[in-house]
């Protein structure tokens, strides 16, 4: 009696056991031949706490949706960089992902515990820099002619900071960089949206 016991919990057990690890990966998304599985999701959820320290405003559900629609943008941002041929050197990765850290005041001590404790691979932020380095040079290398700045703006907030003239160099400088960089961005924004149309999205 107890022998058959032993063995309803043990098939239970495998049971709940297969059972939870199918449900982790479940597919959400796919993106052509690429997927987002609740693997994924929990990883970016885990990793999104980490790096705010555990502050959280949205609620679960919120974060979830803000979450998945995330995993979307990179990879549909690693589809198209690939398809580019879109290199970045190693060292540059590193240099990156070193700054990064550093700013985040994030030691490899405390990185390397939180990939532990969640069981997440260990180049797992490495790739998200990797693919947002290669993200950017495509939108420069083919938006980089289109970074007309509008030098009345810039010479209005140039007004409104009167230095010395070395200092309004220095500050030109830095606001023609700003408006550079508005300018990235919504062209980031627009080639994103239009990518998404060259590839096969399907929420499962």
């Not at 490495?126 to 693919?131: A, C, L, Q, S, V």
């Not at 993200?135 to 290398?141: F, G, K, Y």
């Amino acid at each position: 009696m107890s022998k058959k016991i032993f063995l309803l919990i043990f098939f239970v057990f495998i049971f709940t056991k297969s059972e939870a690890k199918q449900l982790t990966n479940n597919v959400i998304v796919s993106i052509d031949n690429l997927i987002i599985t609740d693997l994924d999701i929990n990883k970016e959820i885990n990793f999104i706490k980490f790096i705010n320290k555990g502050q959280v405003v949205n609620s679960p559900e919120i974060l979830k949706k803000e979450i998945i629609n995330s995993l979307i943008d990179r990879k549909i941002k690693d589809l198209e960089t690939n398809y580019y041929k879109i290199e970045i050197s190693e060292k540059e990765i590193e240099n990156n992902l070193y700054n990064y850290l550093e700013g985040m005041k994030i030691n490899n001590e405390i990185l390397n515990s939180f990939y532990n404790q969640n069981e997440i691979e260990k180049d797992y932020i490495k790739n998200i820099i990797k693919i947002d380095m290669k993200w950017s040079n495509l939108i420069r290398q083919i938006y980089g002619s289109r970074l007309n700045v509008n030098l009345t703006e810039v010479n209005k907030e140039l007004e409104k900071k009167q230095n010395n003239s070395v200092d309004d160099e220095k500050l030109n400088t830095k606001l023609i960089i700003i408006e550079q960089n508005k300018l990235l961005n919504k062209f980031s924004a627009t080639h994103l949206e239009k990518s998404k149309k060259k590839y096969l999205i399907k929420f499962l």
